[in-house]
């Protein structure tokens, strides 16, 4: 028998890329996942979008009559039209994606994900940030992120102290189910939100419409143009700004307003700003840019503490003698550590410290002792994480009740931080402390009071950041 001559292999430009793969999972995902919840969570919002004096004309009357106020999810007009054009934009991408030369087709695949990322991102998330204007402040959005920073950042433009004031006679009172409103008595987030925020806030009421969310769509557009600068490679580019910008965990939270991506930016800042640094090739040059974007992440929520040990060790990477083996070296690497690290103390310090010397027990009340339930107004006993088991099996009598979570989250978590430390103490990268990171939060909050279906989210950022960061410095850039 004749031998049967091998195919040809196809030229690489024409094998279909894993980044597209990736864009179809995360689109497919997000658009059931927001038609769903929209449809659920906002039963009001085909009358209001048809009702409303912007969205309710920017189809014809033909067009709005025809598609009418029944239909798939999120049923409304205008959220159809975004999804219809975010498959459209999908489907030219898959294309170009096989049909270009290398050249434009890296230009044009950014500007169809630029376009998918207007048309499921930001665009719904204008769209709910109208309907808010025209419904009331406890509508469209969340509590947290948006109601309660909103009116914080009033009492600190009224001279007040936003974790003394209660928020029982603001729109979150409006807002939530009753017995699970113990944020009425607490502003768990630390003083960069409003303090960043407030002069968006001033210019937003001089042009007569603010919305927190527009503080948080400013930012994420910033952070995802410099996220490419983090790896190497088309396609490990394009993935991370996918990932950052369409996994549903993320961009369902950017829609309604929770504020997780505004802690990521700055961290994303701070890593570009890194990153430069070790361009250079400067050992000597501090780099104070990307310690002062920390200090400011630090500033914001608790979440970003847990990076500082990985972060600490990035600011020693690139010297070339090894990091330190014993404890005599690490004394004697203290002070460049330091002479590194002192903007993010500076930044963090002055930010904190006014609320600490204004009344440190309201600050440390609303930030710490609440979210770890204790008080009469403690937060409850919820989430995704294992605190299931205590409430499944009996060992906490209901979700109010106190448990030693902070066991469990030193059982999980200390180990493991021990064994990542050491682990990017041999392989001091960025891909390595992104991942341990993400990891790492991963386990604490899985064995804490609360793993909100939101941290999920910004873990699956560092995880990303991790993977693709590590794929271009292996040379994986077009696989």
């Not at 339930?373 to 919820?382: D, L, M, N, S």
């Amino acid at each position: 028998m004749a031998d049967v001559a091998a195919k040809p292999a196809l030229p690489k430009s024409q094998l279909p890329g894993w980044d597209a793969l990736l864009l179809v999972i995360l689109v497919f995902a997000l658009l059931e996942i927001t038609g769903f919840a929209e449809a659920a969570a906002l039963p009001n919002r085909v009358q209001d979008v048809l009702r409303h004096p912007i969205l309710g004309h920017l189809l014809p009357s033909s067009g709005m009559a025809a598609l009418g106020p029944e239909g798939p999810p999120p049923t409304d007009p205008i959220g159809l039209v975004l999804f219809a054009a975010t498959l459209g934009f999908l489907l030219a991408y898959l294309v170009v994606d096989l049909a270009m030369t290398a050249g434009w087709r890296r230009r044009a695949k950014w500007i169809l994900l630029t376009a998918i990322l207007g048309t499921a991102l930001f665009l719904p998330t204008l769209s709910l940030m109208l309907l808010r204007q025209g419904s009331g402040p406890a509508s469209y959005t969340h509590d947290g992120g948006v109601i309660q920073t909103e009116a914080a950042i009033q009492f600190l433009l009224q001279g007040k102290n936003p974790y003394v004031e209660d928020y029982t006679k603001t729109p979150m009172a409006e807002w939530g189910f009753n017995k699970f409103r113990t944020a009425l008595y607490h502003f768990p987030y630390l003083p960069w939100t409003f303090i960043f925020s407030a002069p968006f806030y001033l210019l937003g009421q001089a042009l007569g419409l603010y919305d927190q969310r527009m503080v948080y769509l400013l930012l994420l557009i910033v952070a995802l143009a410099l996220a490419p600068r983090l790896v190497q490679g088309e396609r490990n580019q394009l993935a991370l700004v996918t990932t950052l910008g369409l996994n549903p965990a993320m961009a369902l939270n950017v829609i309604f307003g929770q504020n997780d991506s505004f802690v990521l930016c700055w961290i994303i800042f701070s890593l570009v700003s890194w990153r430069h640094w070790q361009k250079r090739g400067k050992p000597t040059a501090i780099p104070w840019l990307s310690a002062l974007f920390f200090g400011f992440a630090c500033a914001s929520k608790p979440t970003a503490w847990f990076f500082a040990p990985f972060y600490l060790l990035l600011l020693l990477a690139g010297e070339n003698a090894a990091l330190p083996s014993d404890w005599r070296g690490w004394l004697r690497t203290a002070p460049r550590l330091w002479q590194r690290a002192w903007p993010a103390l500076a930044s963090f310090g002055l930010l904190i410290l006014p609320y600490l010397l204004w009344n440190a027990f309201a600050l440390y009340d609303d930030v710490w002792r609440w979210s770890n339930g204790q008080g009469p107004t403690g937060y409850q006993i919820w989430g995704w994480g294992a605190s299931n088991f205590v409430l499944a099996l009996g060992l906490a009598p209901d979700r109010f009740a106190q448990w030693p979570f902070g066991a469990l989250e030193a059982f999980l978590g200390l180990p493991l931080l021990l064994w990542f430390l050491y682990r990017q103490h041999r392989v001091n990268t960025l891909a390595n402390a992104c991942w341990h990171y993400g990891l790492f939060l991963l386990a604490f909050f899985y064995g804490s009071r609360f793993l909100n279906d939101n941290y999920l989210g910004y873990i699956l950022a560092f995880l990303a950041l991790g993977v693709f960061h590590q794929r271009g410095e292996s040379g994986v850039v077009d696989a």
